[in-house]
């Protein structure tokens, strides 16, 4: 991450007073997302509606906050329960001439995005690509058939009518001071959880003030659980209990890093974190660590699904066999799905 990203994050989530230097700016930043809601709210700005089911899954904070295995969980759940789901994303970091693009086994990150590929491998259903979410979301019904569709990211997206919203907050960082941005992590203020249908703390409930809690309509929590270590290249399964004892290199190009290198420790590995900032573009010398030490050159380096997917196209022959990714699965109280589902059957056709 940048110098000036730890210093704003680390004031951010520790109170320091400085920060309130920016309150003006954040002003600003509350009456032009206030304007922009209310232009949505009163049909001056228009919202599409598309002929499926949308959930929204999203956040009111910047940063990393477990949005994308929430998605994966939905997808798992709603195939068991007999739905068509597809997945919108607006593919941050990718770069194409022309959208919506749908993602398979042949595209690229640098293409279509890293969050959009990872999704993907992960859910084995229809994604599709569009910086305009309608249009990506009537594709996947017209040339699809889906009857739901989930968008990863997008709560402040209003352009897109949606019937259900679900916010993931995460468990140990909360909503850090309150503050919109700049002076603060907020894009919305703790008052918009009272209009969402689902809250989803991703590793506890204790981050919420109880005046919060209290207005928030549904409210679960969420534990994200490793799986085996994958290999990046051949897909060997290394088993996350052995890691006890193991010295390893965490590379994590993620909204927070620190939950994955906090992971990893929990699993008992002895971690030398490398943190790059969210959707960085790696290159190879960033996950290959040579030495002089012949031990060291042959430490796993252990990376998040969501950075394995960039580092497949940095190597074309010479294939280091010591890169793995950890996934997670997302494991929620069953009432949470049977309550989202029973919104659904008079909404989906």
Request: proline share 5%.
């Amino acid at each position: 991450m940048s110098q000036l990203s730890e210093v704003v994050t680390s004031a951010w989530y520790q109170g320091k007073r400085w920060i309130w230097w920016l309150l003006p700016l954040t002003l600003l930043f509350w009456l032009i997302s206030r304007i922009r809601r209310f232009c949505y709210q009163q049909g001056w700005a228009k919202s599409v509606r598309v002929n499926a089911s949308v959930i929204i899954v999203g956040n009111i904070s910047v940063g990393g906050t477990g949005k994308s295995p929430l998605t994966g969980y939905l997808v798992s759940e709603l195939k068991r329960r007999g739905y068509r789901p597809g997945i919108v994303s607006r593919g941050y970091g990718g770069q194409s001439d022309s959208y919506p693009l749908i993602v398979d086994e042949r595209s690229s990150a640098e293409m279509v995005g890293d969050e959009p590929l990872m999704l993907y491998q992960m859910s084995h259903c229809p994604v599709a690509v569009d910086p305009v979410r309608s249009r990506a979301a009537s594709t996947l019904c017209e040339n699809f058939d889906c009857n739901v569709v989930i968008c990863d990211d997008g709560l402040q997206h209003y352009a897109l009518a949606r019937d259900i919203e679900i916010c993931v907050i995460d468990g140990k960082r909360g909503l850090g001071n309150g503050f919109l941005l700049p002076a603060g992590p907020l894009r919305e203020s703790s008052k918009r959880l009272s209009g969402v249908d689902f809250v989803i703390i991703n590793g506890g409930k204790e981050v919420l003030d109880q005046s919060v809690a209290q207005k928030t309509p549904s409210l679960f929590e969420m534990m994200l659980t490793p799986q085996a270590l994958v290999n990046v290249f051949d897909g060997r399964k290394w088993p996350v209990g052995e890691l006890r004892g193991v010295a390893v290199h965490a590379v994590a190009g993620i909204g927070n890093p620190d939950r994955f290198f906090l992971a990893l420790r929990t699993l008992g590995a002895d971690v030398t974190p490398h943190a790059f900032p969210d959707h960085y573009d790696f290159s190879r010398s960033d996950v290959t660590f040579e030495s002089r030490d012949a031990v060291e050159n042959s430490m796993p380096v252990v990376m998040t699904h969501k950075d394995a997917v960039k580092c497949l196209a940095l190597f074309s022959e010479s294939k280091p066999d010591n890169l793995w990714y950890m996934p997670v699965s997302a494991e929620i109280d069953d009432q949470f799905i049977d309550k989202l589902c029973k919104q659904l059957p008079a909404l989906a056709q």
